[in-house]
């Protein structure tokens, strides 16, 4: 289904499952189809809730606006037309970040946050990540079928604009998940954790990056078992 944001701009979302709400949010340059693994085992407890941002996937882009904090303006704009007052939160990278912008601006509505490898400034990722996003920056110009692509992109170098204090302002309990070979640094993300009360820190063995694309069965599990704990 599609719904209308005040900029005219279309945001392509999916439904599944009945229960507590539970929103899903992509990374860097995918949609929601990045989710397809964990639609099975979430659905049986939750109403999952997997959203395009702008500009990806099957959303349009209308705006004058583009960066991870106008995406979370929008998934306000979403949960007041779709009426959900209160649910759980899961993002997963730029997801993650987005998430952040969230929670710390409208805590009152997550109930429990879920940060899968987000990070609040460059340089929580490891230089080798840091070069990775910059090439993949030039090659985005390459791709002239994809005129969107070399902005998207950029988002990977966007440093929030909330600081880790700002993070004190989160009330959801929350599970923040990297993997042993993440792109994301470790201390990055214990500081994360460390800023945002009642958060917990899960470094999942032998994973990478997309752990829940490449390791679903035990992604799955790991957020499962979080979320069903935090009710």
């Not at 005040?6 to 992509?26: Q, R």
């Not at 946050?113 to 990540?129: A, D, H, K, T, Y």
């Not at 929350?174 to 990055?188: C, E, N, P, S």
Request: charged content about 20%; aromatic content about 10%; glycine content about 4%.
């Amino acid at each position: 289904m599609f719904i209308n944001l005040k900029d005219n701009t279309k945001i392509y979302l999916e439904i599944s499952g009945e229960g507590f709400p539970l929103i899903l949010l992509h990374g860097n340059a995918q949609s929601n189809t990045y989710f397809k693994k964990q639609i099975e085992a979430f659905q049986e407890s939750y109403q999952v809730i997997r959203i395009d941002f702008r500009g990806h996937g099957k959303s349009t882009n209308r705006g004058n606006q583009f960066s991870l904090k106008k995406f979370s303006e929008d998934l306000k704009e979403i949960v007041d037309t779709l009426k959900i007052k209160r649910f759980d939160l899961l993002g997963f990278s730029d997801g993650a970040n987005v998430a952040m912008y969230f929670a710390v601006n409208h805590p009152q509505m997550v109930n429990s946050l879920v940060l899968n490898s987000g990070n609040i400034s460059i340089n929580g990722l490891f230089w080798v990540s840091k070069a990775a996003t910059e090439i993949s920056i030039l090659l985005a110009y390459l791709c002239f079928w994809q005129p969107e692509l070399p902005k998207i992109r950029k988002l990977m170098r966007e440093s929030l604009t909330i600081s880790f204090a700002d993070l004190e302002r989160i009330t959801a309990k929350t599970l923040v998940l990297i993997g042993q070979f993440d792109i994301i640094k470790r201390q990055h993300s214990q500081k994360i954790a460390n800023s945002i009360p009642n958060a917990i820190l899960k470094v999942v063995p032998w994973a990478l990056h997309d752990i829940a694309y490449l390791q679903p069965q035990k992604f799955n599990r790991i957020v499962l078992k979080f979320l069903k704990a935090s009710v």
